[in-house]
């Protein structure tokens, strides 16, 4: 193993979240190609998580058109409860990092989705999705706000979901700004050595 060799703490789940086209999928790219020392973090994005099934489940969410905005949600939800199993068997052995957590389903399946609208209850949904990640808390989660290019998922109500998000959960929500994608990743491996979760 090579001293310079990165080693994420055993356990630790860290997030990537927030709007559409602000570089998350990048930096999951350039987390996923650092040289990591065993045991090497296992990498998700959710809701296809970490098995065929779920995967398959999120092409078709992707692929066809879906006139429910309450069937997408629970389409979601369902993926996200599949693969809890998997998620808890890898932090026991590894980290894990993810692009998208429950976070997503709040901004953009209750806001966007304006379930309210469709008779669904605020306090019964929010129930099912804390039923759904019981006991998977994030150590940090990098929230992303600045897209790079337009998109019409980034609705205002989304934004300001998020932004309530990172209030109730200070403690953890890291605000990323716009920056080149050499600086964002260097801004990620340096949060996460001062959290203590990470070792060069």
């Known amino acids: 193993m090579a001293d310079h060799a990165l080693r994420l703490r055993p356990g630790t789940l860290v997030v990537l979240e927030g709007l559409d086209r602000t570089g998350k999928s990048t930096q999951m790219s350039a987390l996923r190609s650092q040289r990591w020392a065993d045991p090497v973090p296992a990498f998700a994005h959710m809701p296809s998580g970490m098995s065929a099934l779920t995967q398959a489940v999120y092409e078709l969410i992707e692929g066809k058109s879906i006139a429910s905005p309450l069937a997408r949600q629970l389409l979601h939800l369902a993926c996200h409860a599949e693969n809890l199993g998997l998620l808890r068997q ?105 959290r203590a979760i990470l070792e060069s």
Do not use: C
């Open 90 to 194: 890898a932090r026991r052995e590894r980290a894990v990092v993810l692009d998208r957590w429950w976070w997503s389903t709040v901004a953009y399946g209750w806001h966007a989705g304006h379930l309210d609208q469709h008779g669904v209850d605020k306090t019964l949904f929010r129930e099912l999705i804390g039923t759904v990640w019981a006991g998977q808390e994030a150590d940090v989660v990098f929230l992303f706000t600045e897209p790079h290019e337009s998109d019409d998922h980034n609705r205002a109500e989304v934004s300001a979901a998020y932004k309530a998000l990172a209030e109730q959960h200070h403690s953890l929500a890291v605000h990323v700004p716009k920056a080149s994608p050499a600086a964002t990743t260097a801004l990620l491996l340096d949060t996460m050595r001062e």
